[in-house]
């Protein structure tokens, strides 16, 4: 009889599961594919952000349907409907007119590198004047140091080259988000790990958050459902369980 009613029990666990995941609601999750190690086609999950992403979305009741696009096009798409959830976006009042942000699940560490034997302290904003500072064209740091004409900003088209140019001396410093810079470093510059400094103090300190776009009828309930998803992993270990899986590969040295 026991038996029996284990094995009823069971199905009805079993059909339980079929019946949530047939539930589950098809939503378009979008990224650009070029922010490593949070988002990236080769990385594991397709990176840190988008597998904390997904994720929580799974917990939240949706089949999450990930694809890559451009930044214009997924900004446009936002707009528009096309696409359902942006997984990286930065907070602007502007975007906030057709998305809907959740609380960030990340913090994103904007943070200067410099050369070991440099004695370059960074400690309050005033500090960067008459310094040349390689930073990336078009990209958001902060508002203040990207309107700052005290500071000579050299532009380049990606961080590598910045990091090149600041281990031959053409930069004083180049800056980024924490992990993009260990990440990039240790894959792509191995032989720098013990030329170049990272430092203590941010720029700025910026939240992750998912954007919903605000075409979507149930954009606040994914929000709300988001929300309490990333509580909720956190609670339960599986946030850091996440984050340590990616933190791995990061913080890795590749072979020189």
């Known amino acids: 009889m026991n038996k029996l009613k284990r094995g009823i029990a069971g199905l009805f666990i079993f059909l339980s599961a079929c019946s949530q995941a047939a539930m589950a609601r098809d939503i378009s999750v979008v990224h650009s594919g070029n922010w490593p190690p949070y988002a990236g086609r080769d990385l594991p999950?397709?990176?840190?952000?988008?597998?904390?992403?997904?994720?929580?979305?799974?917990?939240?009741?949706?089949?999450p349907q990930v694809r890559m696009a451009s930044l214009t096009q997924i900004l446009e798409g936002s707009k528009t409907g096309?696409?359902?959830?942006?997984?990286?976006?930065?907070?602007?009042?502007d975007r906030d007119q057709y998305l809907d942000f959740s609380q960030p699940y990340l913090e994103s560490s904007i943070r200067f590198i410099k050369r070991?034997?440099?004695?370059?302290?960074y400690s309050r904003f005033?500090?960067?004047e008459g310094l040349t500072?390689?930073?990336?064209?078009?990209?958001?740091?902060?508002?203040?140091?990207?309107?700052?004409?005290?500071?000579?900003?050299?532009?380049a088209g990606t961080l590598i080259e910045n990091l090149?140019?600041?281990?031959?001396?053409?930069?004083?410093?180049?800056?980024?988000?924490?992990?993009?810079?260990?990440?990039?470093?240790?894959?792509?510059?191995?032989?720098?790990?013990?030329?170049?400094?990272?430092?203590?103090?941010?720029?700025?300190?910026?939240g992750v958050n998912?954007?919903?776009s605000r075409k979507n009828p149930d954009h606040a309930k994914i929000v709300a459902g988001f929300n309490e998803a990333i509580a909720d992993m956190k609670e339960d270990g599986t946030y850091d369980s996440i984050v340590q899986k990616h933190k791995a590969y990061i913080d890795r040295p590749a072979s020189p």
């Open 45 to 63: 999950e397709q990176g840190l952000a988008i597998d904390l992403v997904t994720t929580a979305l799974k917990r939240a009741g949706y089949s």
């Open 210 to 212: 998912i954007g919903v």
């Open 116 to 121: 070991k034997d440099s004695p370059f302290e």
């Open 164 to 206: 090149r140019k600041l281990i031959g001396k053409e930069i004083d410093l180049s800056l980024d988000d924490e992990l993009v810079l260990r990440y990039t470093i240790n894959t792509s510059l191995p032989y720098s790990v013990a030329t170049l400094e990272i430092l203590a103090k941010p720029l700025v300190v910026r």
């Open 126 to 128: 005033d500090d960067l």
């Open 82 to 93: 096309v696409y359902d959830v942006f997984a990286t976006p930065w907070y602007t009042m």
């Open 133 to 155: 500072i390689g930073v990336i064209e078009n990209y958001a740091y902060d508002e203040d140091f990207n309107r700052s004409t005290a500071i000579k900003k050299v532009g």
